[in-house]
């Protein structure tokens, strides 16, 4: 394990404010090398990535067996520190999860609060932190700081009165911190304000998502980001430019 935690400290090491870290969102060994040989210090496979590269639809229609596969692979290929989207547990309980994660060398993933596997219900915000809290007790019990980055979907699914839907994120994440998270993940697309108050006002280091091409990192570290990583945005934008070239000989 001593490997695994030296990596786990680097991947949390990696998170400032301002100066955020870009991990690049990928799904099999091809895409992590192309990704460190650009030059990143470390990775994170999407889950809607993943399920895509083994024909599966995402929101769980892989299992958690064929992640963890894909997971090694990359493992095998990169020396940089790999973070995992988990989706939301797939049914399984915080000590398989982080078995299976650090089994296959990851050192970090992210948590939604979202459970395909109950017809996409949200978890409550304190449902959700006893989640959280438990990967953090198994990673404890494992002797490896697995970096916990809990995801909030109020934003991506609009749930409930948009008024109050940032004070109710907030005190959703609140909880995931004081529960064991190291990163915090209100993921969507935000007004420069509402990611102000998000990275000004959250405990832990905030993870927000970009899309390659614009805006760029700095506009990010402007507002105080510590972590961006793209989400399906950077497959989409190498299969359009596949699309492309290979048009002509269509």
Do not use: C
């Amino acid at each position: 394990m001593t490997s695994l935690e030296g990596k786990a400290k680097t991947l949390l090491e990696l998170h400032r404010p301002g100066n955020p870290v870009v991990l690049p969102t990928v799904w099999d060994a091809w895409s992590a090398n192309t990704a460190v040989a650009a030059g990143f210090s470390g990775l994170t496979l999407g889950s809607h990535p993943v399920a895509d590269s083994l024909g599966r639809p995402d929101g769980e229609g892989m299992t958690f067996a064929e992640l963890v596969g894909q997971v090694k692979r990359v493992t095998e290929a990169v020396e940089v520190p790999v973070s995992v989207d988990i989706e939301s547990g797939y049914g399984l309980e915080p000590v398989q999860l982080i078995d299976g994660l650090l089994g296959a060398g990851a050192v970090g993933l992210n948590i939604e609060d979202t459970v395909h596997s109950e017809g996409k219900r949200l978890r409550d915000a304190a449902e959700h932190a006893d989640f959280v809290r438990g990967l953090r007790e198994a990673a404890d019990a494992a002797g490896v700081h697995v970096v916990v980055n809990a995801r909030t979907d109020l934003f991506l699914r609009a749930d409930g009165d948009e008024a109050d839907r940032l004070d109710r994120a907030i005190a959703r994440l609140k909880l995931a911190a004081e529960a064991g998270a190291d990163v915090l993940y209100p993921v969507g697309k935000h007004a420069d304000a509402d990611l102000r108050r998000l990275t000004e006002e959250l405990p832990l280091p905030v993870n927000a998502i970009g899309q390659p091409g614009t805006p760029a990192k700095e506009y990010f570290a402007e507002l105080g980001v510590a972590r961006i990583s793209f989400g399906p945005f950077l497959q989409a934008a190498l299969g359009a430019e596949a699309s492309r070239l290979l048009a002509a000989w269509a």
